[in-house]
């Protein structure tokens, strides 16, 4: 059974620094796209940043984190990680880890993100 396991949220000052982990479990294989959603107060669901599986593989990040977040993942663990920089107070959000397992797509639980102003 595959699992996704979030981990690194909290509290901080805008302008500071998070970095969120992700450990996807329960599969032989590695996985396909793998990525960081967030879900502020009253909004959807939106895209932050995901990235392919390959060795330089593509990356893509929304407008709004470009040049703040990086993504990164180590395919041997299983595991991706997103380091927000200068974080702002806009960036409060749960943030949901996700995981694509041949065309299958497995969702964290979400880690709360605050950043205070």
């Known amino acids: 059974q595959v699992q996704l396991v979030e981990s690194g949220g909290g509290l901080v000052q805008a302008g500071g620094s998070l970095r969120l982990s992700c450990t996807a479990s329960?599969?032989?294989?590695?996985?396909?796209?793998m990525g960081w959603y967030r879900q502020g107060p009253g909004k959807q669901r939106e895209l932050v940043a995901e990235a392919e599986s390959t060795s330089g593989g593509r990356r893509n990040y929304a407008a709004s984190v470009k040049g703040r977040f990086i993504i990164s993942r180590d395919n041997a663990k299983n595991t991706v990680s997103l380091q927000m920089n200068s974080l702002k107070p806009e960036d409060t959000a749960v943030y949901y880890c996700r995981a694509v397992l041949i065309g299958l797509d497995y969702w964290g639980q979400g880690t709360q993100v605050t950043v205070s102003s």
């Open positions: 329960g599969s032989v294989w590695v996985f396909g796209t």
